[in-house]
């Protein structure tokens, strides 16, 4: 049975809305853990719409409700509110006005899709049933994160199904995507310390080298994934950042490594970190230099419900099409998201917002990321559609 509620005229009609708000905050930006003035701005338009507002769930995490005079479940809706410290190198009259940082992963849209559902769901409460609870969530892009402080707070008490999107410049504008069970990684960081002798550059024999050891550190890590990881696995072992030295004829004492292990099962994520240790203390033993590994671990994968995929495909290619929706392959990044799915039920899904014709070809976290705008439009009409297919009762297909 197909939802009994179709709100694409309305959102048409908020689209105008959807693009203002997007714009301010994305001129208005907030990184994560201080998204102060973005809580108090996105909690006074829900009390304008007449959603029930619980400030302050997590951190600067938003819960706003509402509820249908028919009875029915409580199905949770999810957008992220936190900005990177990425200066904006956009030019055009929404570009960030705070140096340094900026929305460049589209958390602005995903804050002014749900916004436009909320009131959507408010003008319109004679055609649903249940309630719907919007969570608005700080600090995905920073761990520990945000999700599970609004979790302990409350934020899924009484939730039957959690869904969320992200606007991904990657699918072309008009195209979406998701998939069941594991789908994007978990996304782990780890710094380096190498401590050696530094000296004349002429006199080598009288220093023990950081530079050499962390290159051959380096190389070595690189050998993790392709020698000790099965193949059939996805895995990725990279070293992004590499410090040392000052000068062309001094011999670095010290050097710092900084880098990322993405994985998607946890014998694998356990496995690549305990090569890693061993690698260090052989790399350290041969070189003499004293080396320590600081591994921290980020948010688990994203494991979606595979009935709720199904639903995805369902509810996704009856509103889209079917050319519109795709089968995602498994994506390296990691997002907090997680959390919700481990609690409940649910569905994260990816919709296409890249369009070089408007300058949205840049990827998430470049300074000059942009959206094609009218992505938020699919991603409202997604969301309501899940929401209400999962309200009627209707079991996925397949």
């Known amino acids: 049975m197909p939802a009994r509620w179709d709100p694409s005229e309305q959102l048409q009609a908020a689209y105008a809305d959807m693009v203002e708000w997007r714009r301010y905050l994305h001129r208005n930006p907030e990184l994560s853990f201080r998204e102060q003035q973005t809580s108090s701005w996105i909690a006074k338009m829900l009390r304008s719409f007449g959603c029930d507002v619980q400030e302050g769930v997590g951190g600067y995490g938003v819960v706003a409700e509402l509820s249908s005079d ?11 509110i936190d900005a990177l410290p990425i200066e904006d190198a956009k030019s055009c009259d929404y570009a960030s006005a705070v140096p340094g940082v900026m929305h460049a992963c589209g958390h602005d849209a995903h804050t002014s899709t749900l916004l436009a559902i909320a009131r959507t769901y408010a003008h319109n409460r004679s055609d649903w049933k249940g309630t719907r609870r919007f969570l608005f969530q700080p600090a995905e892009e920073l761990c520990p994160g945000g999700a599970v402080p609004m979790i302990k707070d409350g934020a899924l008490e009484g939730v039957e199904a959690i869904y969320g999107v992200h606007l991904w410049t990657p699918l072309p504008y008009g195209t979406l995507a998701s998939r069941g069970g594991p789908f994007m990684a978990a996304p782990d960081e780890f710094t380096i310390q190498i401590v050696g002798k530094g000296g004349h550059g002429g006199l080598p024999h009288q220093t023990i080298d950081a530079v ?14 392709s020698r000790n990881v099965d193949p059939t696995e996805p895995a990725v072992v990279t070293v992004g950042s590499f410090q040392a ?16 292990v993405r994985t998607f099962r946890n014998e694998v994520r356990a496995g690549i970190r305990s090569r890693m240790e061993t690698v260090i203390q052989h790399i350290a033993e041969m070189f003499g ?9 980020g948010y688990p994968a994203v494991v979606n419900d595979d009935g709720e995929a199904e639903r995805f495909q369902s509810v996704a290619k ?10 995602s392959g498994l994506i390296m990044a990691g997002e907090d998201f997680s959390y919700y799915l481990q609690q409940v039920p649910g569905c994260f899904m990816f919709v296409g917002a890249g369009n070089d014709a408007c300058g949205a070809s840049y990827p998430h976290h470049h300074p000059r990321f942009d959206i094609d705008e009218r992505a938020m439009l699919h991603a409202a009409r997604l969301l309501i559609g899940m929401a209400e297919h999962r309200a009627s009762g209707t079991a996925p297909a397949g």
């Open 289 to 297: 230099a004293q080396i320590t590994l600081d591994y921290r671990e």
């Open 70 to 80: 028919e009875a029915g479940p409580c199905v949770a809706l999810r957008a992220d």
């Open 212 to 225: 050499v050891a962390g290159a051959s550190l380096v190389q070595s890590l690189q050998t993790i994934v």
């Open 318 to 327: 009856r509103l889209f099409g079917d050319e519109a929706v795709q089968l």
């Open 245 to 260: 030295g000052t000068t062309g004829n001094v011999i670095a004492e010290r050097a710092t490594l900084h880098g990322t």
